[in-house]
């Protein structure tokens, strides 16, 4: 199984469904569409109407975060896995660069993976190196370290996806090699393998996707799918990286 999942960060009002209304009359009449899965999170304001309306259809829908806590608590703008599960939520992102830069550490990632899949929601766990580490040749460990420090052999791998994310690379136009990104993928599965003591959980990859590179990516067979920002907010672009794969 193969995923697209669009990561809307700030973006979107209720009429942006339509975009999404889109990519869902294409997946329905897709040819390849039993290989893939639709994924978008949009912001919380619009998790519960959205979840709503896509309850039977393909597409499904996430959170981009959630608290480290499980149901109530007294952080205010907190919403916790339990509230995001009730308005229809069914992944959630967690450990986006987004929010490791606004000060999400190992253990509150690790309390936010837990606690997600307990209020059964689907882990769509982020890492990435940033700019330094990749110049400093510190990238696979940067990389072991993120996922060591919070995955546990404990945790249902069936409902957890890796995404890596080079941070470098979200935004910027800018994209690893094949060769780099084949070497990192393999890397990530090893260290899913040792922590699963298992096959390994999917592993996405995001960072800059779009029509044309999906094509350079697609060669890739270890990439299971792709995490697509900037890309997810036009109708047209996302069918394009689903086409182009496919093609
Ligand atoms: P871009 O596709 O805009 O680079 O964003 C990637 C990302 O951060 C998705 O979570």
Known sequence: MRYFIGNWKMFGVPKS?????????????????????????????????????????KISIGSQNCYQKEQFSSNTAAVSPYMLRSVGAKYTLIGHSDNRSEGDTDSMLKDKVKYALKNNL???????????????????????????????????????????????SIGTGKIPTAIELQKTTLHIKKVLKSIF????????????????NVE???????????????????????????KNYYR
């Open 17 to 57: 469904i339509n975009i999404l209304n889109k990519i869902n009359a294409f997946h329905i009449k897709d040819k390849n569409r039993k290989k893939y899965r639709v994924i978008v999170t949009p912001p919380y304001t619009l998790i519960e109407s959205y979840s709503k309306y896509f309850k039977y259809k």
């Open 197 to 212: 003591k298992k096959n390994s959980p999917s592993v996405l990859y995001g960072g800059s996707v779009d029509g044309r």
């Open 122 to 168: 689907k882990v769509v766990f982020c890492i990435g190196e940033n700019k330094s580490e990749k110049k400093n040749k510190r990238t696979l460990s940067v990389l072991k370290r993120q996922l060591t420090k919070v995955l546990e052999k404990k945790f249902n791998k069936n409902n957890i996806i890796v995404a890596y994310e080079p941070i470098w």
């Open 216 to 242: 350079m990516f697609k060669e890739i067979k270890e990439i299971d799918g792709f995490l697509i920002g900037g890309a997810s907010k036009s109708s047209k672009k996302f069918i394009d990286i689903i």
